[in-house]
């Protein structure tokens, strides 16, 4: 068994690290979507540093940019970066036995070397992050991204067919090597395979069926779970067939599920076609829980969900649409680094 362990998202944590949009698509194509990007990444920044320290990771040509968005206590480290997906380019952060900190380095390729995709910069972010915070840099030749994992701390992962047995991501492999190379890297002792993600995560734009949008293990037995209840969106039944699968699952200890379904919004789609909307895609922080809103009648109710999911946390919402309309939410553009002994 690997001496690392990843901890769950709720341990303590030593500070949040997050990068600034830089280009492509993220920015768009006008000063007006290029603002809102920004905007969007920095009221996360400054949501959580009222919580935690926050580091963000700005391409060299944007720190005078990026200090009109972030608050003054947001640290600003630079480095070269094609895109601004923090959980993805970024190392997994683990701890072993001693409580030395440790930083998962997956292969990136641009979620599946996806044809509108650049990552010949991100590809390095996660061994730059893990020299900033001289954690132990921890190589690994699976491609992978933080998206693609949810973890109990207690050994549980939850991952996806879709994604680490992509045939875009790790030719050639089976369940078998992926889940040798989770526990050599996080401490993985029981992998739950996802058959799919949410819809439009698996059309031109997604990740191929990250988990992150799908399910959260808010405490070790419970399981926050994605669930679409309007019968004319295409996640209706994909949601329906999660659920059912993830009841007749255990933990690694054993236990069955407490499966929590949090409303998806009622928004059913936008001028690209059905959203993929989700308050799974939130981001825990000492003290309190970073969650999406969609300014829907559905947030109030899933903030309450939330709250109550992870007691003595405050809970605050950010709309996140601007977030979502790039593919991707406040859990995609973070990533924790745990306290270390």
């Given at each position: 068994?690997?001496?690392?362990?990843?901890?769950?998202?709720?341990?303590?944590?030593?500070?949040?690290?997050?990068?600034?949009?830089?280009?492509?698509y993220t920015?768009?194509?006008?000063?007006?979507?290029?603002?809102?990007?920004?905007?969007?990444?920095?009221?996360?920044?400054?949501?959580?540093?009222?919580?935690?320290?926050?580091?963000?990771?700005?391409?060299?040509?944007?720190?005078?940019?990026a200090g009109?968005?972030?608050?003054?206590?947001?640290?600003?480290?630079?480095?070269?970066?094609?895109?601004?997906?923090?959980?993805?380019?970024?190392?997994?952060?683990?701890?072993?036995?001693?409580?030395?900190?440790?930083?998962?380095?997956?292969?990136?390729?641009?979620?599946?070397?996806?044809?509108?995709?650049?990552?010949?910069?991100?590809?390095?972010?996660?061994?730059?992050?893990?020299?900033?915070?001289?954690?132990?840099?921890?190589?690994?030749a699976l491609?992978?991204?933080?998206?693609?994992?949810?973890?109990?701390?207690?050994?549980?992962?939850?991952?996806?067919?879709?994604?680490?047995?992509?045939?875009?991501?790790?030719?050639?492999?089976?369940?078998?090597?992926?889940?040798?190379?989770?526990?050599?890297?996080?401490?993985?002792?029981?992998?739950?395979?996802?058959?799919?993600?949410?819809?439009?995560?698996?059309?031109?734009?997604?990740?191929?069926?990250?988990?992150?949008?799908?399910?959260?293990?808010?405490?070790?037995?419970?399981?926050?779970?994605?669930?679409?209840?309007?019968?004319?969106?295409?996640?209706?039944?994909?949601?329906?067939?999660?659920?059912?699968?993830?009841?007749?699952?255990?933990?690694?200890?054993?236990?069955?599920?407490?499966?929590?379904?949090?409303?998806?919004?009622?928004?059913?789609?936008?001028?690209?076609?059905?959203?993929?909307?989700?308050?799974?895609?939130?981001?825990?922080?000492?003290?309190?829980?970073?969650?999406?809103?969609?300014?829907?009648?559905?947030?109030?109710?899933?903030?309450?969900?939330?709250?109550?999911?992870?007691?003595?946390?405050?809970?605050?919402?950010?709309?996140?649409?601007?977030?979502?309309?790039?593919?991707?939410?406040?859990?995609?553009?973070?990533?924790?680094?745990?306290?270390?002994?």
């Amino acid at each position: 068994m690997s001496a690392w362990h990843m901890p769950a998202e709720t341990a303590p944590q030593e500070r949040i690290w997050m990068a600034f949009p830089t280009g492509g698509y993220t920015l768009g194509e006008t000063a007006e979507e290029a603002h809102a990007a920004r905007s969007v990444w920095a009221a996360v920044a400054n949501a959580v540093v009222d919580f935690e320290p926050v580091t963000v990771i700005v391409n060299p040509d944007d720190v005078d940019i990026a200090g009109r968005y972030l608050r003054p206590g947001v640290e600003v480290l630079t480095a070269e970066l094609n895109d601004a997906w923090m959980r993805d380019i970024g190392p997994s952060f683990v701890l072993d036995g001693n409580g030395t900190l440790g930083a998962v380095d997956w292969v990136f390729n641009g979620w599946g070397a996806q044809e509108w995709a650049s990552w010949d910069k991100d590809a390095k972010i996660a061994a730059e992050v893990a020299g900033r915070s001289q954690a132990a840099h921890i190589p690994s030749a699976l491609v992978n991204e933080g998206g693609g994992i949810q973890v109990d701390g207690e050994g549980t992962v939850l991952i996806t067919e879709t994604v680490q047995l992509d045939p875009g991501r790790n030719p050639g492999l089976v369940r078998e090597d992926v889940e040798a190379e989770l526990a050599r890297t996080i401490g993985a002792t029981h992998a739950i395979w996802l058959p799919r993600g949410l819809t439009r995560d698996s059309e031109k734009f997604g990740t191929r069926g990250h988990v992150d949008i799908v399910a959260a293990i808010p405490s070790p037995g419970t399981l926050l779970v994605h669930s679409q209840q309007n019968p004319e969106h295409p996640d209706f039944e994909v949601s329906r067939d999660i659920i059912s699968f993830l009841s007749t699952t255990r933990d690694a200890a054993g236990r069955e599920w407490n499966i929590i379904e949090v409303p998806a919004p009622l928004a059913l789609s936008d001028e690209e076609g059905f959203v993929d909307y989700s308050y799974i895609n939130h981001l825990v922080v000492n003290g309190g829980v970073i969650a999406c809103t969609f300014s829907d009648p559905n947030d109030e109710k899933a903030l309450r969900i939330l709250a109550d999911a992870y007691p003595g946390r405050r809970v605050v919402g950010i709309d996140a649409r601007e977030l979502f309309a790039r593919g991707g939410g406040i859990h995609c553009i973070t990533q924790q680094q745990p306290a270390a002994s």
